[in-house]
């Protein structure tokens, strides 16, 4: 198997333990809020996401080639690092809600906190910027049920607390999890 396919099984099954399977039904969680705002036009200076397959970060690709340097070039320093198992390294904007995982110098993914769930691996303010998964931007009301209707991406929800990109052929894919049917991170593997 791929890295890439193995960090996103870990993180599946993280989320899975993590955040518990909640009922054993598999249906949708109940108590819906309205769906995602469609995407807006962001303020100035805004950190703006947006994922249709690929990944761009205030309008420029973000991909496995990424450097470290290119990273901080477009985001700034981050408020600190964590050195993890082998050689990655986790880069964290904690006031922005979001986290960069570096391995030999170049970006294999990136987090965003949306409601924390406790997992240290992400930081615990919410995103301050704007990210929208193909033609929907989520927030901390996001539920897993506006997830699973964003057509662009195409998700597939095998459990209550988690739901992943179809295609496992894209060069980007995305994990989305929850807890207590609220959006608590958005995860990119790239």
Same mark, same amino acid.
């Given at each position: ?53 690929? @990944? ?15 990273? !901080? *070039?477009? #985001? =700034? ?55 929208? @998964? ?15 209707? !964003? *057509?662009? #991406? =195409? ?36």
């Amino acid at each position: 198997m791929r890295p890439d396919y193995l960090m996103c099984l870990s993180l599946a099954s993280y989320l899975l333990v993590a955040c518990g399977s909640g009922s054993a039904a598999s249906g949708p969680v109940s108590g819906a809020q309205p769906p995602a705002t469609a995407v807006e036009v962001p303020a100035q200076g805004e950190l703006v996401v947006h994922y249709a397959h690929e @990944l761009s970060v205030s309008g420029q690709p973000l991909t496995h080639e990424t450097t470290s340097d290119e990273l !901080i *070039q477009r #985001v =700034g320093q981050p408020s600190r690092t964590v050195a993890n198992r082998g050689d990655e390294v986790s880069y964290f904007y904690d006031d922005a809600g979001m986290v960069f995982f570096v391995s030999d110098g170049r970006v294999g993914g990136v987090g965003f906190n949306f409601n924390w769930d406790g997992d240290e691996r992400f930081p615990s303010k919410a995103f301050t910027g704007t990210l929208s @998964l193909g033609e929907r931007a989520v927030s901390i009301d996001t539920t897993r049920e506006d997830v699973d209707a !964003i *057509q662009e #991406v =195409g998700f597939t929800c095998p459990a209550p607390v988690i739901c992943a990109s179809e295609d496992r052929n894209a060069r980007v894919k995305v994990t989305v999890g929850f807890k207590d049917g609220k959006l608590t991170q958005v995860f990119f593997i790239l």
